[in-house]
T-cell receptor, first 111, second 116 residues
Framework: QKEVEQNSGPLSVPEGAIASLNCTYS??????FFWYRQYSGKSPELIMS????GDKEDGRFTAQLNKASQYVSLLIRDSQPSDSATYLC???????????FGSGTRLSIRP | DAGVTQSPTHLIKTRGQQVTLRCSPK?????VSWYQQALGQGPQFIFQ???????QRGNFPDRFSGHQFPNYSSELNVNALLLGDSALYLC???????????????FGSGTQLSVL
């Protein structure tokens, strides 16, 4: 059973600080990795994708990938109250055309 | 540009009944994946449809079945409902022709199913 593991949180971060979210995955052959944001009562929304080792930046968001360690992270700089949500790590199954999700980390930005 | 639409928004059923959920993919998308999300959990993959065929299936019993129509819309059917089937059912669309882009999922707003 291929798995994606996340700390469920909640992770509480002061406004303006950097929020760091982490994820590990079991499928060593995976090549595609995603972060989705899900507000309470809403559906997931894609915010970042990453395919190569290293960092990928998009505005206040930076995704980091280390395939050797099977580790993906998401950094949110200058955290805002509107960033309070559940962040889902997702990994493309290397042997099937499906995306596997972690259970999500609940992030709370305190003013 | 219409996004992914799902219906109904909410549904209440009793144990043993059958339910059909519907999904229309985002314009230009041809692949539909269905997920079940229990409260406090991540989405669990049910199955994926492309070219009117089930291409992939997750660890769900045969009570869960689906269909894709020529216009790419899709239905999810659940028979003999159990209390444990209560969850948010999410439809996600993607474009198979898009290379790596096809892996990016666009979700509908979901159907909240309650089984009493």
């Amino acid at each position: 059973q291929k798995e994606v593991e996340q700390n469920s949180g909640p992770l509480s971060v002061p406004e303006g600080a950097i929020a760091s979210l982490n994820c590990t995955y079991s499928d060593r052959g995976s090549q595609s990795f995603f972060w989705y944001r899900q507000y309470s009562g809403k559906s997931p929304e894609l915010i970042m994708s990453i395919y190569s080792n290293g960092d990928k930046e998009d505005g206040r968001f930076t995704a980091q990938l280390n395939k050797a360690s099977q580790y993906v992270s998401l950094l949110i700089r200058d955290s805002q109250p509107s960033d309070s949500a559940t962040y889902l790590c997702a990994v493309k199954d290397s042997s099937a055309s499906k995306i596997i999700f972690g259970s999500g980390t609940r992030l709370s930005i305190r003013p | 540009d219409a996004g992914v639409t799902q219906s109904p928004t909410h549904l209440i059923k009793t144990r043993g009944q059958q339910v059909t959920l519907r999904c229309s993919p985002k314009s230009g998308h041809d692949t539909v994946s269905w997920y079940q999300q229990a409260l406090g959990q991540g989405p669990q993959f049910i199955f994926q449809y492309y070219e009117e065929e089930e291409r992939q299936r997750g660890n769900f019993p045969d009570r869960f079945s689906g269909h894709q129509f020529p216009n790419y819309s899709s239905e999810l059917n659940v028979n003999a409902l159990l209390l444990g089937d209560s969850a948010l059912y999410l439809c996600a669309s993607s474009s198979y022709r898009g290379g790596a882009e096809y892996e990016k999922l666009f979700f509908g707003s979901g159907t909240q199913l309650s089984v009493l």
